[in-house]
């Protein structure tokens, strides 16, 4: 006698506790760039990018990218939540805007990255996930981006990101290790109300 298969189930919209914990980690982007600032020339070293790793890394793409557009969309409402109390339009449009829309698809590829690990996250594939989407894929928007608005040299631009580097490599070890542990102790659900795949391709 066959089985009874077992039906697919899709997550949709988002819930109230999803709402909150974008809210939360927006305030984490927030708090970490209270701490400290490097000034390394026109782009200082922050904590910042350790929150866009973790985001995603322990909301999944959905929540973790709201919860950097959350905090982008405050900044640019003129919230003073940059580093050195910047905020509103000019940071987008200076040299770092580049590096502040790469957040938003750098936290969008490493959701999309974890997702395919979970139920199990593991420390060195969230880390090389971090190091690709939160280094790589920020350095790849960012860097040109900031070498327009200043009107250097592509390779000089390049040559001075070795500087931010070190630390980032720091911050996407950090985010794994958080990330596994939070994983292990306090598994969160997918974002969104749980709906039958058939029910949620009628909707």
Same mark, same amino acid.
Not at 91 to 100: A, C, E, R, S, V
């Given at each position: 006698m066959p089985g009874i298969p077992t039906p697919r189930v899709r997550h949709r919209g988002l819930t109230v506790r999803d709402i909150a914990l974008i809210g939360m980690f927006a305030a984490l982007l927030a708090v970490l760039s209270m701490p400290f600032a490097i000034p390394v020339g026109p782009v200082p070293i922050t904590l910042q990018t350790l929150g866009v790793m973790l985001a995603p890394s322990i909301l999944g793409a959905k929540r973790g990218t709201l919860a950097v557009l959350t905090f982008l969309a405050l900044t640019l409402a003129g919230l003073p939540l940059l580093p050195g109390g910047r905020g509103g339009v000019m940071?987008?449009?200076?040299?770092?805007?580049?590096?502040?829309l790469g957040w938003v698809v750098g936290a969008l590829a490493i959701g999309l990255l974890t997702r395919f690990m979970l139920p199990r996250y593991r420390f060195w594939i969230g880390f090389g996930s971090n190091v690709l989407g939160g280094v790589v894929v920020i350095y790849l928007i960012g860097v040109p981006w900031s070498a327009i608005a200043l009107g250097d040299g592509m390779l000089?631009?390049?040559?001075?990101?070795?500087?931010?580097?070190?630390?980032?490599?720091?911050? $996407?070890?950090? *985010? @794994? $290790?958080?990330? *596994? @542990?939070?994983?292990? *102790?306090?598994p969160i659900p997918p974002a969104g109300r749980p709906v039958a795949a058939n029910a949620a391709d009628s909707a």
């Open positions: 940071p987008f449009l200076g040299p770092t805007g580049g590096y502040l000089a631009t390049i040559m001075s990101t070795f500087a931010f580097l070190p630390g980032d490599l720091i911050k $996407a070890a950090l *985010a @794994a $290790a958080i990330a *596994a @542990a939070v994983h292990r *102790a306090y």
